[in-house]
């Protein structure tokens, strides 16, 4: 079986900077694979924060993780920079499938990369709605 080689940076269409903590790493000595699901979640809502598109405490629209995957090429962990490179994939009717690659220092290449799938819901009645227009337009400019 042929795998697929690890994204580089150019594969994405926007950044975000996130840093590494000291629990991050695990008795292994590097970062526990569930702090990867952490960084995507991270960056993708900080992201959706700062385009005023999410706003998680009072918004009407809230966004619900449905599906996420992550493939690891390389070891990282705390004190670790990490770059996280965020791309949509897909731009469904109540959904968004992103495309995440996390770098480590600099680096060009993926030490992971994975897919973080978002439904998006009225906050009160719990059911799925059309994304809004402004979600919609801000949400193509990164659409790969």
Not at 62 to 78: D, K, N, P, S
Request: charged share 20%; glycine share 10%.
């Amino acid at each position: 079986m042929t795998r697929t080689p690890p994204p580089i940076r150019t594969d994405f269409k926007i950044f975000r900077e996130l840093q590494t903590r000291w629990a991050d790493n695990d008795v292994y000595g590097h970062m526990n694979n569930v702090v990867h699901y952490q960084l995507f979640d991270t960056a993708i809502n900080q992201w959706l924060i700062e385009t005023g598109l999410l706003d998680p405490l009072t918004g009407a629209v809230i966004g619900l993780v449905v599906e996420t995957g992550c493939r690891y090429h390389a070891e990282a962990g705390f004190p670790d920079r990490i770059t996280a490179g965020i791309s949509v994939v897909r731009l469904g009717g109540s959904s968004v499938t992103y495309a995440i690659g996390l770098f480590r220092n600099g680096e060009e290449t993926a030490f992971a990369d994975g897919r973080f799938v978002h439904v998006y819901i009225n906050r009160a009645t719990r059911r799925p709605v059309t994304l809004p227009e402004q979600w919609r337009a801000t949400l193509g400019k990164i659409t790969q």
